[in-house]
């Protein structure tokens, strides 16, 4: 008998109990917005309660592999789960209103199952129906009560999302017809070599950075997440594109072997720079709050890409990509919903007309201020230990460009946001409107911009639970 | 007892003030002026115990996880005493004053919970045990001090805050950038008396190090206003007078000379600076800074500008102190620290009460202002002969230390600088005493107002900092005053023998 | 590999390259959405392949995955319908 605790139980209620959510908001449309609200809350608590169970593993129901779904926590998992959670409770907290659009509710539980199945995902199939879930919950909550450039960008964003998909699915099948298994883990045992090896990677990378806006596959990136309501933009950002470049990982790290990686990690490189330089130039000059927001989400993807260059040969690298993977989600997401405070208070959002909000507006600053510094990677914050620890082991690898590459990047970012700055200092004209905003959004996005500053100095308990897994 | 935590408390309960200001509404004033100085006393408290501990042999060191394989450590050593003394006692006198310059101003919480971060960041700064924990303070500082360079909140405050931040937060990321690059090359970046570095770390012909110095050295330079990076502190002049004052005398260009300190003497070490031959070129800097900050003073009109690049060259007298590779001229650049801060302090609160009160911001238009605000001009006129290096004062205690220290190792070219420097001070100082105290009011000049020249908050701490700037001087051989503390310390770095450690 | 085999594949490969070029380079909405179709036909059929064992034993594994792709393109043809539909509606006020 599974007790509380073991981890059949709490792998599957990952999975189950937003599930079960999202049937609860289609039974009880009412209460369909408290309802994602607080399976977002109890999503928090499990997650924070697997923490006992990593290593674990099950099977649902029962069935093992080939046809059953097996769900894995290690702890490169739970650290995606760790900063997932926090964004998806606070952002239903702040957006109750969004919520309560007709479905929004039911696909936002419905994100939450397909984010957590990717996470806990143990085969490669069970991943491709997460990505999917995840790309269609996505893409209908991008077009949740909006005009037609929404509905436009929607449908490029699902056209992106499922052109990606169906090239990571070839690749499985591809996988599949090779070694006969879709296990993570056996397919590494078995050893692929030569084409049958380098095909599926290509198709699988092509597609998973497609989805996950490395550019130059960023073209979608920017209107899908400069379109839609300040949560959704939050999770889309935080969470959603970094399912895509977590299977990215999982298949460099746990499926190919390393001196694959190494052949590959230049082309990483090179994207990962093209990257932070695109979407930090495009931020500089955007006009629009969102529009800068989701630039600067296109250059720090950039790091993730670069990160996994250097996963091959420097032990750290992954250590590094989870921390600028979790710093950006909960700086970002805290950016998206404070910035959506900042702009409503201000009647519009031109970055260069934008004013200080007022007093009332505090928490909303401040969360601006905290996570323009992470993003931007100022100490102590979570995107400062990111980069310190990437280049110190891209260094210990002989890659001493690695270092002034990072402080550029922060430059370049620094000087986006303190467009930002300079727009919370500016006297508001006469006639501006005197905002108040329900204190709770403002209070929510400064909590997660505060965690993205609390994971600077979680380094040390970071790197050990990456360590177990490797 | 057991003090370790001493070091995190200073820096903590500066940072709990800041945040108890931001959370206290904007019409609270009394109240916030209560937290406000209650936090500044608690502050200066702290620091007390902290220095007594000290002087009774105490070492004081809190280590707090940070980075994997590098903590945040927080310690009192003489160095970071000093400068911690100093940031106490000015943010106190400070607050005084911006309580009453600020009476009738908009964004109080916004400023006065600022103006505490930014005196935690120079804690840090101050407390610092090595370089990871200083850049993360240096950073907090630029981002603590921007709103307060802005906060007038009008184009031209925009336009210098976006300036001050070009330029502070480019120098941050040289500090970042030499401090990933030491942590890569030697593991660690502790402070350590006599250098962490050791010569056994360079090979010939390995120039590595000295790149590092060079990044490093141009990361602080920027807020220790050198030559060519000193652009954005005339700029920053638009913030309202308490925090030019503690721009200029406390927080950040002191933390940019303490870093050059910091650098040369506990990361690389006198004698592997000297090997590398890395202090030539420091004096050379500093030199021409000290020179073309007080030529660009003279041209100026405007007072606060012409305090600016007053600055720009007064601080660079510390670099060139820790370039000469003497003690004695070390304990001149050291000393320095502490002397400019209350001579600089006294010269702003004196600029925003004359510009408070009677709206005068230009030095052609300051003409008798002596009969109308006197305690105010004498306060100034202390400092003001303090800069130029007259005795009984310790711009002077500075220059003699400079200039004997120079001459002892064989470096006249300093003893002519500092002659050429004081006819530069004089030269743009003296006329504007000569104007305040000889020359006729204009016609149309406010009469004197009956009873205070303005109100006490405006002229009481520029005239208790100008009575500091005597006192340190006539006391400078006291062990406990800022003299003797510098000295104590040069005598570790240079490894003199000495009786008896502070 | 059989020459049946192969063929199919070679058909697998044809239909999922197709299907990309039309998701990828069409302008029209409509097309595009025929296009990943016509991908996943492509995959769908490399997997029925995969299913006959060298000894003519069939493997069940495929047909689940299949089945299961469909489920899911189908889910994602009506999301797209529905987009269309709205941005034509959006775009005629």
């Known amino acids: 008998m599974p007790t509380a605790a073991s981890p059949d139980a709490v792998l599957a209620a990952l999975v189950v109990l937003p599930l079960a959510a999202t049937l609860g908001t289609l039974v009880l449309p009412r209460l369909a917005p408290a309802v994602a609200t607080a399976a977002s809350w109890a999503n928090l608590a499990l997650v924070a309660f697997a923490f006992g169970t990593i290593g674990g593993e099950t099977w649902l129901a029962g069935w093992s592999a080939p046809l059953g779904i097996g769900l894995r926590l290690d702890g490169l998992a739970w650290v995606f789960l760790a900063f997932s959670a926090p964004v998806f409770a606070l952002a239903a907290s702040a957006g109750r209103a969004t919520l309560a659009e007709d479905g929004a509710a039911t696909l936002w539980t419905t994100l939450i199952a397909g984010v957590n199945a990717i996470f806990l995902g143990a085969d490669l199939f069970n991943l491709y129906v997460g990505l999917e879930v995840v790309s269609l919950s996505a893409t209908a909550l991008t077009a949740i009560g909006a005009g037609a450039a929404a509905a436009r960008a929607a449908l490029r964003y699902l056209f992106v999302g499922l052109g990606g998909s169906l090239l990571y699915l070839m690749a499985v099948a591809s996988i599949y017809r090779a070694t006969g298994t879709l296990d993570m883990g056996l397919v590494a045992s078995i050893g692929l070599q030569g084409p049958a090896l380098a095909a599926p990677l290509a198709f699988a990378t092509a597609g998973l950075l497609l989805k996950g806006g490395v550019a130059p596959f960023h073209f979608w990136l920017p209107p899908a997440h400069g379109n839609a309501a300040p949560i959704v933009s939050a999770a889309l950002s935080a969470v959603v594109v970094k399912t895509a470049l977590y299977v990215l990982l999982r298949l460099w790290l746990d499926v190919a072997p390393q001196t694959a990686l190494a052949d590959a990690a230049p082309i990483f490189r090179a994207l990962g720079l093209l990257a932070v330089v695109v979407g930090g130039v495009a931020a500089l000059r955007a006009l629009r709050l969102k529009a800068l927001i989701a630039y600067s989400t296109v250059a720090q993807l950039g790091y993730l890409a670069l990160a996994l260059g250097f996963a091959a040969e420097a032990p750290g690298a992954t250590v590094a990509f989870a921390a600028f993977a979790a710093a950006h989600a909960l700086a970002k997401s805290g950016l998206f919903v404070a910035a959506g405070m900042i702009a409503k208070a201000n009647g519009h959002d031109e970055v260069p007309r934008l004013a200080d909000p007022g007093a009332a507006y505090g928490p909303a600053k401040a969360a601006v201020a905290i996570a323009g510094g992470a993003l931007a990677g100022l100490p102590p914050t979570g995107g400062f230990l990111a980069k310190w620890t990437l280049a110190q082991d891209a260094a210990a690898a002989g890659a001493w460009w690695v270092a002034p590459t990072l402080v550029a990047a922060g430059l370049l970012t620094a000087a986006y946001m303190a467009r930002l700055a300079t727009a919370m200092m500016r006297d508001p004209p006469e006639d501006a409107p005197a905002g108040e905003d329900g204190p709770l959004r403002g209070w929510s996005a400064l909590a997660l911009a505060s965690a993205a500053l609390l994971l600077g100095f979680l380094g040390a308990p970071l790197a050990a639970l990456l360590e177990a897994e490797r | 007892m057991s003090l370790a935590w001493l070091p995190l408390a200073i820096v903590a309960t500066t940072l709990v003030s800041g945040v108890v200001i931001f959370l206290t509404p904007d019409r609270m004033v009394r109240t916030r002026a209560a937290l406000n100085l209650l936090g500044a006393v608690a502050t200066l408290g702290l620091v007390g115990l902290l220095v007594l501990g000290v002087s009774q042999g105490g070492s004081y060191s809190t280590r707090m996880p940070f980075l994997p394989g590098a903590p945040l450590v927080l310690q009192s050593d003489a160095l970071s005493l000093l400068f911690v003394g100093l940031s106490a006692v000015l943010w106190l006198v400070t607050t005084l004053y911006a309580v009453g310059y600020l009476r009738h101003g908009a964004h109080r919480p916004r400023f006065f919970g600022f103006f505490a971060f930014c005196v935690s960041a120079t804690m840090g700064v101050a407390l610092a045990g090595n370089l990871l924990t200083f850049l993360v303070f240096y950073e907090m500082l630029t981002i603590s001090t921007y709103p307060l360079v802005t906060h007038r909140g009008d184009a031209a405050s925009l336009r210098a805050g976006r300036i001050y931040l070009a330029y502070t937060l480019g120098g941050g990321a040289m500090l970042l950038l030499g401090t990933m690059l030491l942590y890569a090359l030697h593991g660690s970046g502790e402070f350590v008396v006599g250098g962490l570095l050791s010569l056994a770390e360079t090979r010939p012909g390995d120039g590595a190090l000295t790149l590092v110095f060079a990044v490093l050295i141009a990361g602080v330079g920027v807020k220790a206003a050198l030559v060519p990076l000193h652009g954005w502190l005339p700029v920053a002049m638009v913030a309202p007078a308490p925090v030019s004052a503690l721009l200029h005398a406390v927080a950040v260009v002191k933390a940019g000379a303490f870093g050059i300190v910091r650098i040369v003497y506990d990361i690389f070490g006198q004698t592997l600076a000297e090997t590398l031959h890395l202090l030539p070129p420091l004096s050379a800097v500093a030199a021409a800074t000290i020179l073309w900050g007080s030529i660009r003073a003279l041209g100026q009109n405007d007072l606060k500008r012409r305090l600016a690049y007053s600055t720009v060259s007064q601080v660079s007298y510390i670099a060139l102190g820790v370039s000469l590779a003497h003690p004695v001229a070390a304990l001149g650049g050291i000393i320095h620290l502490v002397h400019q801060g209350i001579m600089k302090i006294t010269l702003f609160f004196c600029a925003g009460a004359i510009a408070e009160t009677t709206g005068i911001k230009k030095i052609s238009d300051m003409d008798g202002l002596g009969a109308r605000m006197p305690w105010t001009m004498s306060a100034f006129t202390v400092a003001a002969v303090g800069m130029i290096g007259l005795p009984p004062t310790v711009g002077f205690v500075t220059k003699w230390h400079l200039s004997s220290g120079a001459l002892e190792s064989g470096q006249a070219w300093v003893m002519v600088l500092m002659l050429v420097s004081s006819g530069f001070n004089a030269a743009y100082f003296l006329p504007i005493i000569r104007r305040v105290w000889f020359a006729d009011p204009p016609a149309d000049a406010l009469p004197r107002p009956k009873g205070l020249e303005a109100s006490p908050l405006l002229f009481g701490p520029p005239a208790v900092t100008a009575g500091l700037t005597v006192l340190a001087a006539l006391f400078a051989e006291s062990r406990l005053s800022p003299l003797g503390w510098a000295e104590a310390l040069v005598l570790l770095e240079f490894g003199f023998a000495f009786g008896e450690t502070p | ?93």
């Open chain 3, 1 to 93: 590999m059989s020459p049946v085999d192969l063929l199919y594949t070679a058909l697998a490969v044809a239909l999922f390259g197709l299907g990309l070029g039309a998701l990828a380079l069409s302008a029209r909405p409509l097309k595009k959405l025929l296009g990943a179709n016509v991908m996943g036909t492509g995959v769908f059929s490399l997997l029925i392949v995969t299913a006959r064992g060298p000894d003519g034993a069939t493997d069940p594994v495929p047909h689940a995955l299949v089945i299961t792709g469909i489920v899911v393109t189908v889910a994602a043809t009506g999301l797209g319908l529905a987009l269309i539909r709205r941005t034509r509606s959006a775009s005629k006020d």
